[in-house]
Every structure is written in structure tokens, then in C-alpha cells.
């Protein structure tokens, strides 16, 4: 037996438990009311989401120029991919304020001109300053994003509001950057708030949080990019299929609206992740709240955001035919995903080898980038980060819920495997279409950081069938320790990963 404090009664399908590591006093019912998991997340994501938004030069985030661009471009109400002239070929992008490009321009210089060690990567502090010191100017340039065109407006709301919130506040180059970086990480904060919160009874929050805080997770969130609210969104899908289709609780109505929302959201967010949202359809739909004629209702949501990816897609792909002005000069018209297509149906077998080359010679960075290859400086995380990561996993994944098969069968769990499968295999595709060039030797551009929103849901399947659990002498599950131990890991990675990403950046 589990020792848990109550003082919530128990929703359907629910033991009735307060979050089980609080105790008693005025700290108790807070951890009470909003869950253990939920409050150490957003002190720890807000405070090292900060740091990383300051830390990181402008622009040094992952693919940062573009996804500003992108940003910038629905915040001012560009809702499609706009073409633009360019003599090199098919281009996509839009208008941006030319004090803008200025920093960009800077930015991008900088980050690819690096020193030798022990010398910082940043050659001139001051530079910066000087740049995002100047007004926004109403003066403005066409810049090129191809990359981030395909992308629908949706992920980029939250920075867009920033964006916008800046320029109305008149504020500086620099501020009002610094505000749209805030602002994404203020709408990871409180998507995946959210979504511990409504596993505070259940221990499985621990596994939702050591994903959720991840070097890479908040380094993201502390940038701009769409990944940041693709992440949160994942997060709350995940919470929530492990909630009502792994421990088999019934949602409640705000819970379940959350669920339907996502259904439509992240398929729209990124493509890679279409299939994790449509599990909503894997869920019993009592647990979702719904009997009779209401039964449908989840795969209607499902079927609508399938149709919402689908319209999307054939909106957005003209723009893969400019995706190889990303890579060298020599390989610009090597990127063609009409000849890869045609590659993988008639020769099968040459991609399966090209999919073996591909992982003989990149997991390892793979799962360090896992963990944490912070932005286009390309700064890995230190050993020790990587190591109380996997600490923090691995005790959390101890302590977790023990889902049984009146919960989830066999059925349903090969269903889950299946579409985490059929995920994965969608990254390497959609890379392998829209970033390698024709005959490449490997499948080129998957990073590890493409796999963390698909972790919780792996780590519950894992936990199905594998039951293995942490005790204690008296055969219970350790909780207030253990709790302390993952936060304590968790903060561990997260402070030598900041300090090595300073030292390396700024010296």
C-alpha cells in the first residue's frame, strides 16, 4: 500500500488520494491542490526557461532566424506560405523590419565564425547591445524561410502575441525579442502545468515531469521556435492518454475539452506528431465522458484534425521544393522529394539500407541530443547532465503507476506501440523527403530533440509491460524521497547545462 494524505474526494475511476508526497501544513495544501509534480515544474521552468531566453544570443537558437521570421509573419496576419522571388530557386518567406535583419545578420555571422577553445563563441558582447538597442524600424526587407513556411500559424501564436505586445509597448529591437521569447515560454509553462495537474493524484507525474524539464525542453522553451508549444501540446496529450487509457481514470469535462482540443491542435502544430494526437480515438469514450449517441464525439474531433493536417500538408507543399536552399551550395537542387518518393516504392531495400547506415552512424548523437545540443552553437549538454537525466528517469519510471490490463489490454497496447512506431518512422520520412538529398548516404537532419514528445507515451508503454517497481522494506513504493530525488536530479542537469552553455558562449 501506497502511504497518500486525501483531502480531495476522488474523481471516477480515481483512488481517493491527494497528491501522494504532500504533507501536512500551509506547503501541503498547495501540493494538495495543484500536485507535487505541477509545482516543482513551473519553479523549475520558469526560473531555467529564463535563463536559457537570456543566456542565448539572439537568433542562436535551433533554426531561430527562420522560426522568427515565421513568427513575425503571422503576427502581422500571413497565415499561408508566401512566395517570394529568388534567383537560386523556389522560395518562401516574408517581410521583417530591417533593424531587425540587422541583429539577424549579425547573429548569423557570429554563430558560424567560431574560435578556437578556451575563446568564448561570441566575439564582440557588446555587439548585441548595440544592435537591440535600436528601434524597430518601419523600414523592412523580404527574408527567406522556406523551412518555416510549411509551418500553420498555430504554433506560432504564443510568440506572435509577443511580438506584437512588444511593438505596441515600443520597445527596442532587443526587448521586444526578448518579450517574444517569454512569451513562448509562458505558454509552455502553463500548457504543461496543466498537464501535471491532472495527473497530481497518480505517480506517473513524475514521468511526465522528468520529460517535461529536460535540458533540451526548456532550452526550446526559453527560444523561439514552434517546438515550444509543439512540446507543450505533446506533453498534455500524453498526460492525458496516460491518465484515461493507462491508469484507465475517467476525465473530467475540462479535462476531456483539453483532450478534444489537442486532437486538432497538434496535428496542426507539426506532422510528425498527427498520429500521437488521433490516440484520443484509443480511449474508451466513457472515460472520456461520453455513452450513446455522444460516443463518436472523439473520433470526430480525431477525423477533423486529419482533415486539418491533410488541407494543410497540400497547402504547404510547394514549399518543399525550396528546401534544399538549406544545405551547400553544390547540393541546392539535390533536395527533390518528388524523385525520393519515387526511390523508396520502387527500391524499398535501398532505404531500409539507407535507414541502417543512417542509425549505425547517428545514435550516439541522437541520444545526446536527446538530452541537449543547445541551438546552432551546437553546445551538448556536460555528461553530468545526460547522467542525472537518466537518474531522474529512471526513479521516476520506478515509482510509477502499475498499469494493469483492466486498464489497458493487450489490444490497446500493441495500438499505442504501433503508432509510436509508424511516429518515429514519420521523422525519419519526412527528413528523408524534405532534407536529403537524392543518393545521400544517410537520412539527413534527424536530431534527438524530434523524439521528446513521444518519450512519456514510450515510457508508459515500457511500464505496461515491464513491472517493475521501486519498494520499500515494507513493500510500499517510496514517494516523498524519491519525489525529492528526481527534482533534485532535474535541477542538477539543468544547472550544468546552463553553466556549460554559458562558459562555452559568453567565456
Known amino acids: 500500500m501506497t502511504a497518500e494524505i486525501s483531502t480531495v474526494a476522488a474523481e471516477p475511476g480515481e483512488p481517493a488520494a491527494a497528491d501522494p508526497v504532500a504533507k501536512a501544513g500551509w506547503l501541503g495544501k498547495v501540493l494538495n491542490r495543484f500536485g507535487a509534480a505541477t509545482c516543482a515544474f513551473a519553479i523549475i521552468a520558469t526560473v531555467f526557461g ?8 539572439p537568433f542562436w537558437g535551433h533554426d531561430e532566424l527562420t522560426q522568427f521570421g515565421r513568427a513575425y509573419q503571422v503576427a502581422h496576419g500571413g497565415v499561408f506560405p508566401q512566395r517570394i522571388a529568388d534567383g ?3 522560395a518562401y518567406g516574408g517581410e521583417i523590419p530591417v533593424s531587425v535583419d540587422a541583429l539577424m545578420d549579425y547573429a ?12 568564448a563563441m561570441v566575439a564582440d558582447p557588446g555587439a548585441y547591445d548595440r544592435l537591440g538597442s535600436a528601434s524597430i524600424s518601419s523600414a523592412t526587407k523580404t527574408m527567406w524561410f522556406t523551412n518555416t513556411a510549411a509551418y500553420s500559424p498555430v504554433p506560432y501564436v504564443p510568440t506572435a502575441i509577443g511580438i506584437r505586445v512588444g511593438e505596441a509597448l515600443g520597445l527596442n529591437v532587443g526587448g521586444m525579442y526578448l518579450l517574444t521569447r517569454l512569451a513562448g515560454l509562458v505558454a509552455y509553462v502553463s500548457v504543461v502545468s ?5 495527473l497530481r493524484r497518480h505517480r506517473s507525474q513524475w514521468i511526465a515531469f522528468t520529460i517535461a524539464v529536460l535540458p533540451i525542453a526548456l532550452f526550446q522553451a526559453g527560444t523561439v521556435t514552434a517546438d515550444t508549444l509543439t512540446n507543450a501540446l505533446a506533453i498534455l496529450v500524453s498526460a492525458l492518454l496516460v491518465k484515461s487509457l493507462f491508469i484507465g481514470a475517467r476525465l473530467r469535462p475540462y479535462e476531456t475539452a483539453a483532450f478534444l482540443a489537442t486532437a486538432i491542435l497538434l496535428p496542426l502544430s507539426k506532422p510528425t ?9 484509443a480511449v474508451p469514450p466513457s472515460r472520456l465522458g461520453f455513452t450513446g449517441k455522444w460516443r463518436l464525439v472523439p473520433a470526430a474531433f480525431a477525423a477533423t484534425g486529419l482533415a486539418l493536417f491533410l488541407a494543410w500538408t497540400k497547402i504547404a507543399a510547394p514549399t518543399g521544393e525550396g528546401m534544399g536552399l538549406m544545405r551547400k551550395p553544390e547540393q541546392w537542387y539535390q533536395v527533390r522529394p518528388g524523385d525520393q518518393l519515387k ?3 520502387s527500391h524499398p531495400i535501398d532505404f531500409i539500407h539507407t535507414f541502417g547506415e543512417s542509425i549505425a552512424l547517428r545514435d550516439h548523437r541522437w541520444f545526446n541530443q536527446f538530452f541537449g545540443e543547445l541551438g546552432f552553437a551546437y553546445v551538448d549538454v556536460p555528461a553530468v547532465s545526460m547522467l542525472a537525466c537518466l537518474i531522474a528517469i529512471a526513479v521516476s519510471f520506478g515509482i510509477a503507476d502499475r498499469f494493469t490490463a483492466a486498464a489497458i489490454n493487450t489490444k490497446r497496447a500493441v495500438i499505442v506501440l504501433l503508432t509510436l512506431l509508424a511516429s518515429v518512422a514519420m521523422i525519419y520520412v519526412t527528413l528523408y523527403m524534405s532534407f536529403t538529398p537524392v543518393g545521400f548516404y544517410l537520412i539527413d537532419g534527424v536530431q534527438g530533440r524530434y523524439f521528446v514528445p513521444l518519450a512519456i507515451v514510450g515510457l508508459a508503454l515500457v511500464a505496461r509491460w515491464v513491472p517493475l517497481r521501486l519498494t520499500n522494506s515494507e513493500g510500499e513504493t517510496p514517494l516523498k524521497g524519491t519525489a525529492i530525488a528526481i527534482v533534485s536530479a532535474s535541477s542538477i542537469a539543468l544547472i550544468a547545462a546552463a553553466a556549460t552553455y554559458y562558459t562555452v558562449i559568453w567565456g
Not at 548569423?108 to 575563446?119: A, K, L, S
Not at 496543466?194 to 491532472?198: E, I
Not at 506528431?273 to 480515438?281: F, G, K
Open 88 to 90: 537560386r530557386g523556389v
Open 343 to 345: 526511390g523508396v516504392l
Open 273 to 281: 506528431y498527427v498520429l500521437l494526437a488521433m490516440l484520443i480515438v
Open 50 to 57: 529564463a535563463i536559457f531566453a537570456v543566456l542565448t544570443p
Open 194 to 198: 496543466f498537464a501535471l495537474f491532472t
Open 108 to 119: 548569423f555571422r557570429d554563430y558560424n565564425d567560431n574560435p578556437e577553445e578556451p575563446d
